[in-house]
């Protein structure tokens, strides 16, 4: 079992920059691929990010990719999301997710296993 906190969440300007975390409980953070997924209000959820377990293998949705990174600190059981650049139809929930596969870097929301509760993130225009 995996326990995922998200924080870093907030109100920003239209090009401005936030970064997200997502610590996870647990001692084998190593063994998880994680992803960021994302919910506007009235529309699907979506794929943001992912990393593998080991973090040498990302992917990206094409609508963050060049202004969002995603980076996994593997000692801090920590995964984070640099967004920098930021719109307002980048505003929605943030979700973290962990998948059991370390080694895929999935865009499907079905193939992770663990959520967060989600972190707000509101762009101004």
């Known amino acids: 079992q995996v326990q995922l906190v998200e924080s870093g969440g907030g109100l920003v300007q239209t090009g401005g920059s936030l970064r997200l975390s997502c610590a996870a409980s647990g001692r084998t953070f190593s063994m998880y691929a994680m992803g960021w997924f994302r919910q506007a209000p009235g529309k699907e959820r979506e794929f943001v990010a992912a990393?593998?377990?080991?973090?040498?293998?990302?992917y990206y949705a094409d609508s963050v990719k060049g202004r969002f990174t995603i980076s996994r600190d593997n000692a801090k059981n920590t995964v984070y999301l640099q967004m920098n650049s930021l719109k307002p139809e980048d505003t929605a929930v943030y979700y973290c997710?962990?998948?059991?596969?370390?080694?895929?870097?999935?865009?499907?929301?079905?193939?992770?296993?663990?959520w967060g509760q989600g972190t707000q993130v509101t762009v101004s225009s």
């Open positions: 997710a962990a998948d059991k596969n370390r080694y895929r870097t999935s865009s499907s929301y079905s193939t992770y296993d663990y």
């Open positions: 990393i593998s377990g080991s973090g040498g293998s990302t």
